[in-house]
């Protein structure tokens, strides 16, 4: 089971906000990771500064809250590695025929009100929610 912890919901979806918020701002561009990991992969885009300095900011949180707090993140993973990798392959199938992952259209494109994003959200909240009562309830994984 998942435990809730709004106060750090809130915090993380405002950092991601506001983070999405100064990219485009900034440079123009939508945070989409996996548009931002892609420029990052043969054949390499020639804006690979920034995208190397987005991802690491996106993936250090839990060291930079051990640097400042002194206690690490506790994480725990009840899903076995071969079930990571399944789930991030038919993820990456999905990204590549929805033209976009959930933060390039959840976070940047519903909110320009694209009507795209928002037909592509409700798609990916859609399959999320099957997708884990059948596996949750039906096939008692997990």
Same mark, same amino acid.
């Given at each position: 089971?998942?435990?809730?912890?709004?106060?750090?919901? %809130?915090?993380?979806?405002?950092?991601?906000?506001?983070? #999405?918020?100064?990219?485009?701002?900034?440079?123009?561009?939508?945070?989409?990771?996996?548009?931002?990991?892609?420029? *990052?992969?043969?054949?390499? #885009?020639?804006?690979?500064?920034? @995208?190397?300095?987005?991802? *690491?900011?996106?993936? #250090?949180?839990?060291?930079?809250?051990?640097?400042? #707090?002194?206690?690490?993140?506790?994480?725990?993973?009840?899903?076995?590695?071969?079930?990571?990798?399944?789930?991030?392959?038919?993820?990456?199938?999905?990204?590549?025929?929805?033209?976009?992952?959930?933060?390039?259209?959840?976070?940047?494109?519903?909110? @320009?009100?694209?009507? @795209?994003?928002?037909?592509?959200?409700?798609?990916?909240?859609?399959?999320?929610? %099957?997708?884990?009562?059948?596996?949750?309830? %039906?096939?008692?994984?997990?």
């Amino acid at each position: 089971m998942t435990e809730f912890t709004p106060v750090e919901a %809130i915090i993380g979806g405002g950092l991601i906000g506001i983070a #999405s918020v100064l990219l485009m701002g900034l440079h123009g561009r939508i945070a989409g990771m996996t548009g931002i990991l892609a420029g *990052l992969l043969p054949p390499f #885009s020639a804006d690979k500064g920034w @995208r190397a300095a987005f991802l *690491l900011g996106a993936i #250090s949180g839990p060291l930079a809250i051990f640097l400042i #707090s002194g206690t690490p993140v506790d994480f725990q993973n009840p899903v076995p590695v071969w079930a990571m990798i399944l789930g991030g392959v038919i993820v990456g199938i999905g990204v590549n025929y929805g033209s976009g992952c959930t933060s390039g259209h959840g976070v940047c494109g519903m909110a @320009r009100f694209s009507i @795209r994003s928002i037909a592509a959200t409700a798609t990916f909240m859609l399959s999320t929610f %099957i997708t884990v009562y059948v596996v949750r309830h %039906i096939l008692g994984v997990f």
